[in-house]
């Protein structure tokens, strides 16, 4: 009987340390699957908000993509692996910052379409073409991205018409041609040796718009960041023959492209002026239809650059 108890004990110690040892294991496995869960992982994210377009390479360079850690159960399964994973591709959407970089993100120039409204610089805003002459076209070289300064022709042979029809009295007297006109000095300063000095422009160019962004130029087109045309020739189109540039395409809200299609209309056209990069828009008086002195008779206006000086 003795030894029947002892076997018994004996096979429930052997059962209790299986147990035990059960237990043990199963809790390390627990322990383990935590451990390996918060473990640290390496992931690569946006620092910044990446655009849509940007070239991998450049994001990386700039520091856009930077790599951070993160515990190993939060680290997506498509995550890249290295920076290589998106280098000579470019971003297919706009990336918000903290983002992780995974597999998809960046693709190969070649499949990426930007349609040429998402080129617009804001929801709200229009593209409207025109046509110029290259004298009239800052001589051609205009491109995608410069902005200038949009004139237009006032054609002024109604006051010319109004003068000779009714010169009033003395060779000076003219009629009231309103706060634009030089009013005419005493009859003294007349230049009498030659006749008289008084000018009258037939027409006289006035400031459309200023600082007008260029979208397109015949049909190069302003670039997302890191896009390409795939050509190093941007005066060329895909069938080798040289752009139009006197076709010049721009981004404008839809009320300046009202103003922009009616003077289209009108005789004159438009005359561009290319402006820098940090040009100040400022209101510009019109110019005098009549007038007894050009800017290079006057102490004060020398040269075109009188304004620099001040």
Same mark, same amino acid.
């Given at each position: ?73 939060y680290r997506p399964s ?41 080129r617009l610089k804001k ?45 009033? @009295? %003395?060779?000076?007297? =003219?009629?009231?041609? +309103? ?5 005419? $000095?005493?009859?003294?300063?007349? &230049? ?74 009108? @005789? %004159?056209?438009?005359? =561009?002026?290319?402006? +820098? ?5 400022? $209101?510009?008086?019109?110019?005098? &239809? ?21």
């Amino acid at each position: 009987m003795s030894s029947r108890r002892t076997a018994i004990l004996i096979g429930a110690i052997v059962i209790g340390v299986i147990a035990v040892l059960l237990i043990v294991r199963y809790v390390n496995d627990i322990e383990n699957r935590v451990n390996a869960d918060s473990a640290p992982a390496i992931v690569f994210v946006a620092r910044d908000t990446i655009p849509r377009g940007t070239e991998g390479t450049v994001a990386v360079d700039s520091q856009q993509i930077v790599s951070t850690e993160i515990p190993q159960k939060y680290r997506p399964s498509t995550a890249i692996q290295s920076t290589d994973a998106v280098k000579q591709k470019v971003a297919v959407f706009n990336i918000a910052p903290n983002t992780i970089i995974v597999e998809g993100m960046f693709v190969d120039q070649s499949t990426v379409q930007i349609s040429f409204r998402e080129r617009l610089k804001k929801p709200n805003h229009v593209a409207i073409s025109i046509q110029v002459e290259q004298v009239r076209g800052v001589g051609g070289f205009l491109v995608p991205g410069d902005e200038v300064n949009m004139m237009v022709f006032q054609n002024n042979d109604n006051v010319k018409e109004k003068i000779v029809s009714d010169p009033g @009295e %003395g060779p000076v007297s =003219l009629p009231d041609l +309103g706060d634009n006109v030089i009013t005419p $000095p005493p009859p003294e300063n007349i &230049v009498r040796n030659g006749g008289s000095q008084w000018v009258l422009m037939e027409k006289t160019a006035r400031v459309l718009y200023q600082k007008v962004q260029i979208l397109a130029v015949g049909q190069n087109q302003l670039l997302a960041p890191g896009e390409s045309t795939g050509t190093t020739d941007e005066t060329t189109t895909s069938s080798g023959t040289r752009n139009d540039t006197g076709l010049i395409t721009f981004n404008v809200p839809p009320k300046a492209a009202q103003w922009i299609a009616t003077w289209s209309q009108l @005789e %004159g056209g438009f005359y =561009l002026s290319l402006v +820098g990069k940090d040009y100040q828009p400022r $209101p510009l008086a019109p110019l005098p &239809v009549i007038t007894d002195s050009l800017p290079g008779e006057k102490a004060e206006e020398l040269t075109p650059y009188f304004e620099d000086q001040e």
